[in-house]
């Protein structure tokens, strides 16, 4: 059974009773859930993610002080903590995790200012560009088991996807880092007889594929340690991922580089295919480095068109 589900059942067999006894009138008020940082948020727990940070437990999310003040909130967390200690197994840990809590008693404006850097999901153009792709992802991932005023479900159904134009500007700042590297550094690198360089100029044409697809998909990409497991459920080029992997892990000895070239050279194309698909750019060639300032041509935004083409690069 995985995290959010084992959060689910806590959730409504200890945590919806304990509200509804004790905390009756502030029900309507609050939203109760499992989102954020940790693994099972994203549904990719395994026997290997349990070993820390990792309990029965969900997050009640509670409006500003003038709703619910601070006693209410108050008692509210010592109800919490009096759940039972165990649940399937699992016990709940006396100690918050590394990097703060992930459990309890919170207040939503605090959780979504620390993910993003705005209590009410209201994000500026500087914002967007700027507030890390794996914070937007931790703020939308996991579930809202339930949501009297329906706040929570709001602000993550404006943090969603990127606007447009930002997307767009994301896209051209990557498509042109990827043709940089895989396109003309990788066999430079080589030429050269800089093997290192070359598996260099390899993770950067990967680490930027890897942000075009997840893009290209409206999904944002989570903390690397999850790209790749993120990556294969993705509706489109979900394929991608295994090709960047072998990118990654072999050689640049000269027959393989050959191969390794030929390789960067079908993902650019696959990637072009997509661009083609979904009419984000004009472009009609084999050279992605043109394909990403038709992306940008594309920005309605005439500010953020004229940004520099990497201005999206977090």
């Known amino acids: 059974m995985q995290g959010l589900e084992i959060a689910r059942a806590f959730f409504e067999q200890y945590g919806r009773p304990m509200l509804e006894e004790q905390f009756s ?165 080589l030429a050269h007889g800089e093997k290192a360089a070359a598996q260099l100029a390899v993770h950067e044409f990967v680490q930027h594929t890897m942000k075009v697809v997840f893009l290209l998909n409206q999904v944002y990409e989570p903390y690397y340690k999850w790209s790749f497991r993120a990556m294969r459920r993705l509706p489109k080029l979900d394929l991608t991922a295994e090709v960047l992997e072998y990118l990654l892990t072999t050689d640049n000895e000269p027959e393989m580089a050959e191969e390794k070239y030929d390789v960067i050279e079908g993902i650019c194309a696959d990637v072009i295919d997509e661009l083609i698909d979904q009419g984000l750019t004009e472009a009609n060639c084999g050279d992605l480095e043109k394909h990403a300032y038709s992306v940008n041509d594309g920005i309605l935004d005439a500010e953020l068109r004229n940004m520099h083409i990497l201005a999206a690069i977090d």
């Open 25 to 189: 009138p502030q029900l309507p008020q609050i939203a109760v859930g499992l989102i954020g940082s940790g693994s099972e948020c994203f549904g990719f727990d395994d026997a290997v993610s349990r070993d820390h940070d990792f309990e029965p437990g969900f997050i009640i999310f509670l409006p500003d002080e003038e709703t619910i003040d601070r006693r209410t909130a108050f008692l509210m967390e010592r109800a919490y903590t009096k759940l039972p200690r165990e649940f399937m197994g699992l016990k709940r840990s006396l100690m918050a995790p590394v990097g703060g809590p992930r459990h309890g008693v919170m207040r939503a404006a605090e959780f979504f200012q620390d993910k993003v850097g705005s209590p009410d999901g209201t994000l500026s153009l500087y914002q967007w560009l700027t507030v890390p792709e794996a914070s937007l992802a931790e703020a939308v991932n996991g579930e809202i088991f339930y949501d009297g005023p329906g706040t929570v479900t709001r602000i993550r159904a404006c943090l969603a996807t990127y606007p447009a134009d930002i997307r767009r500007k994301k896209l051209a700042s990557s498509l042109l880092l990827m043709a940089q590297a895989g396109q003309y550094n990788y066999t430079r690198c």
